[in-house]
Structures are given as structure tokens and as C-alpha cells.
């Protein structure tokens, strides 16, 4: 049975493989993120799958939209025309953030000096 994930779930490290023998390190694929020391979310909605040959995790989607991992500039993509080795997408910034601090007021004016 698949499990389905909700961008900002935080993955259980039940559902995910343990590595064994030398391949030890858990491969994240696109949809999930690591928050260091030991926890991992989910990035996208998806159908979390695994690959214990791999050991490896990620999420399948069929959006054709991209969310970037929080840590960086964050944008939303989505595809809108893709041919065999090339694929056209139109950017979106996110939204801003709300401030519940009221804004910073104007400097006050330069004084003016007469010669």
C-alpha cells in the first residue's frame, strides 16, 4: 500500500528504507527534503515510494509542477511545453509573507544648509 504524502509532512523513518551492507546512505529523490539531523518532508503531494535495493526514497507525482526545497530562493515551476530533449516552464516567485510588525517609518528629512 502506498503512502501518500502532503507537502510539509514530515516523513516517519519507519517508511523509509535502512541501508545495509555497504550501501548505508539513504538516496532522497525529487519530492523530499532532508532537515538536518534526522528528519525528512515531503516537498510535493505524492505517493511516497521506496526502493530497498537503493535504498533509496522519493515522492511520484504527476503535476508536471516542480516545488524547489525550502533553503533557497523558492519558486514554483510548471511545465508547459516539453519535446524529447528540452522542456519549456514558466516561473513563479512565492508569495510574500505577512508581517504581523507594523512597517518601519520614513527617515527623517535631510536639514537644509543655506551658504
Given at each position: ?23 548505508k546512505t539513504l538516496t532522497l529523490g525529487p519530492g523530499l527534503h532532508h532537515i538536518p539531523p534526522s528528519t525528512v518532508a515531503a516537498t510535493i503531494a505524492g ?69
Amino acid at each position: 500500500m502506498a503512502t501518500v504524502v502532503l507537502p510539509g509532512d514530515t516523513i516517519p523513518p519507519r517508511a523509509l528504507p535502512l541501508g545495509t551492507g555497504k550501501k548505508k546512505t539513504l538516496t532522497l529523490g525529487p519530492g523530499l527534503h532532508h532537515i538536518p539531523p534526522s528528519t525528512v518532508a515531503a516537498t510535493i503531494a505524492g505517493a511516497l515510494t521506496t526502493d530497498h535495493k537503493k535504498n533509496a526514497a522519493a515522492v511520484e507525482a504527476n503535476t508536471g509542477r516542480v516545488c524547489i526545497a525550502p533553503g533557497g530562493k523558492e519558486k514554483i515551476q510548471k511545465k508547459i511545453k516539453q519535446s524529447a530533449n528540452r522542456a519549456n516552464v514558466t516561473s513563479t516567485p512565492p508569495s510574500p509573507t505577512t508581517s504581523s510588525s507594523p512597517p518601519s517609518p520614513p527617515p527623517p528629512p535631510k536639514p537644509f544648509t543655506a551658504f
